[in-house]
Protein backbone atom coordinates (compact mmCIF):
# COMPACT_ATOMS: atom_id res chain seq x y z
CA UNK A 1 0.00 0.00 0.00
CA UNK A 2 1.54 3.21 -1.05
CA UNK A 3 0.75 6.60 0.39
CA UNK A 4 0.49 10.08 -0.74
CA UNK A 5 0.58 13.70 1.11
CA UNK A 6 -1.34 16.19 -1.06
CA UNK A 7 -3.00 19.73 -0.27
CA UNK A 8 -6.60 20.47 -1.03
CA UNK A 9 -9.36 22.76 -0.25
CA UNK A 10 -12.67 22.13 1.15
CA UNK A 11 -16.10 24.38 1.47
CA UNK A 12 -18.92 23.10 3.65
CA UNK A 13 -22.50 24.57 4.46
CA UNK A 14 -24.53 22.98 7.00
CA UNK A 15 -28.25 23.74 8.22
CA UNK A 16 -28.66 22.94 11.55
CA UNK A 17 -31.74 21.52 11.67
CA UNK A 18 -31.65 21.40 15.54
CA UNK A 19 -29.07 21.85 18.19
CA UNK A 20 -27.38 18.82 18.06
CA UNK A 21 -28.26 17.85 13.57
CA UNK A 22 -26.93 19.60 10.95
CA UNK A 23 -27.26 18.37 7.34
CA UNK A 24 -25.22 19.80 4.66
CA UNK A 25 -23.15 19.81 1.75
CA UNK A 26 -19.22 18.72 1.62
CA UNK A 27 -16.68 19.66 -1.23
CA UNK A 28 -13.26 18.99 -1.73
CA UNK A 29 -10.71 19.68 -4.16
CA UNK A 30 -7.11 17.67 -4.63
CA UNK A 31 -4.32 20.18 -6.04
CA UNK A 32 -2.68 17.23 -7.48
CA UNK A 33 -2.55 14.31 -9.97
CA UNK A 34 -1.80 11.34 -9.46
CA UNK A 35 -2.14 7.68 -10.18
CA UNK A 36 -4.46 5.10 -8.64
CA UNK A 37 -4.90 1.57 -8.88
CA UNK A 38 -8.66 0.52 -9.50
CA UNK A 39 -9.92 -2.25 -7.92
CA UNK A 40 -11.70 -4.49 -10.26
CA UNK A 41 -11.55 -7.89 -8.17
CA UNK A 42 -9.74 -8.98 -10.99
CA UNK A 43 -6.09 -10.39 -11.01
CA UNK A 44 -4.97 -7.56 -12.97
CA UNK A 45 -6.42 -4.08 -12.39
CA UNK A 46 -6.77 -0.92 -13.90
CA UNK A 47 -4.46 2.15 -13.22
CA UNK A 48 -6.09 5.46 -13.73
CA UNK A 49 -5.18 9.36 -13.56
CA UNK A 50 -6.86 11.22 -11.02
CA UNK A 51 -6.44 14.96 -12.64
CA UNK A 52 -7.09 17.44 -9.70
CA UNK A 53 -10.32 15.32 -8.51
CA UNK A 54 -13.31 17.12 -7.03
CA UNK A 55 -15.48 15.42 -4.08
CA UNK A 56 -19.28 15.90 -3.51
CA UNK A 57 -21.18 15.01 -0.62
CA UNK A 58 -24.18 15.02 1.50
CA UNK A 59 -23.36 14.79 5.24
CA UNK A 60 -24.91 14.73 8.06
CA UNK A 61 -23.68 15.61 11.17
CA UNK A 62 -24.50 15.12 15.06
CA UNK A 63 -23.00 16.95 18.42
CA UNK A 64 -23.23 14.35 20.89
CA UNK A 65 -21.28 17.41 23.00
CA UNK A 66 -21.43 20.40 22.59
CA UNK A 67 -17.54 20.76 21.09
CA UNK A 68 -17.90 18.02 19.31
CA UNK A 69 -18.96 16.97 15.95
CA UNK A 70 -19.88 12.84 14.16
CA UNK A 71 -20.21 13.24 10.83
CA UNK A 72 -21.02 10.87 7.80
CA UNK A 73 -22.08 10.93 4.40
CA UNK A 74 -22.13 9.72 0.87
CA UNK A 75 -21.37 11.72 -2.76
CA UNK A 76 -19.47 11.36 -5.58
CA UNK A 77 -16.02 11.97 -6.18
CA UNK A 78 -15.41 13.56 -9.96
CA UNK A 79 -12.32 13.74 -12.01
CA UNK A 80 -11.86 13.73 -15.98
CA UNK A 81 -10.76 10.02 -16.44
CA UNK A 82 -13.60 8.50 -14.25
CA UNK A 83 -16.12 8.87 -11.20
CA UNK A 84 -16.54 7.29 -7.96
CA UNK A 85 -19.11 6.80 -5.87
CA UNK A 86 -18.24 7.19 -2.13
CA UNK A 87 -18.89 7.64 1.58
CA UNK A 88 -17.18 9.07 4.75
CA UNK A 89 -16.81 8.96 8.38
CA UNK A 90 -15.37 11.29 10.51
CA UNK A 91 -15.11 13.53 13.87
CA UNK A 92 -14.49 17.27 13.79
CA UNK A 93 -13.43 19.72 17.01
CA UNK A 94 -14.56 22.93 17.12
CA UNK A 95 -13.78 26.11 19.46
CA UNK A 96 -15.78 28.54 19.35
CA UNK A 97 -14.05 32.67 18.87
CA UNK A 98 -16.24 35.55 19.46
CA UNK A 99 -18.23 37.16 16.72
CA UNK A 100 -20.08 33.94 15.79
CA UNK A 101 -17.17 32.28 14.28
CA UNK A 102 -15.37 29.01 15.10
CA UNK A 103 -12.22 26.90 14.68
CA UNK A 104 -12.00 23.36 14.33
CA UNK A 105 -9.70 20.07 13.27
CA UNK A 106 -11.38 17.43 11.53
CA UNK A 107 -10.27 14.06 10.88
CA UNK A 108 -12.16 12.35 8.21
CA UNK A 109 -12.03 8.87 6.31
CA UNK A 110 -13.58 8.59 2.97
CA UNK A 111 -13.68 5.78 0.91
CA UNK A 112 -13.62 5.27 -2.55
CA UNK A 113 -15.70 2.56 -4.27
CA UNK A 114 -14.02 -0.02 -5.85
CA UNK A 115 -10.66 2.06 -5.98
CA UNK A 116 -8.85 4.14 -3.21
CA UNK A 117 -9.54 5.20 0.66
CA UNK A 118 -8.00 8.19 2.10
CA UNK A 119 -7.64 9.82 5.32
CA UNK A 120 -8.10 13.54 5.80
CA UNK A 121 -7.00 16.19 8.37
CA UNK A 122 -8.44 19.39 8.35
CA UNK A 123 -8.15 22.67 9.99
CA UNK A 124 -11.22 24.76 9.37
CA UNK A 125 -12.73 28.27 10.62
CA UNK A 126 -16.64 28.42 10.27
CA UNK A 127 -19.16 31.92 10.44
CA UNK A 128 -22.56 31.11 11.59
CA UNK A 129 -24.95 33.17 9.43
CA UNK A 130 -28.20 33.91 11.03
CA UNK A 131 -31.29 33.80 7.85
CA UNK A 132 -33.74 35.10 10.57
CA UNK A 133 -34.41 38.87 9.26
CA UNK A 134 -34.05 41.20 11.78
CA UNK A 135 -36.63 44.04 12.20
CA UNK A 136 -35.45 47.48 13.46
CA UNK A 137 -38.18 49.74 15.40
Not at 40 to 65: D, Q
Not at 121 to 136: C, Q, V
Request: charged content about 25%.
Amino acid sequence: MKSLRSAALGLNANYWVFDKLALGVHSDMIFESFIIEEKNGEEENNFIEREYPISINAVATYKPLHSLGLLAGVGKEFSKEKDFSMFLVGAEYMVEIPHDWELGLSATYEVKHDAYDTFVIGLGITKFLSLEKKHHL
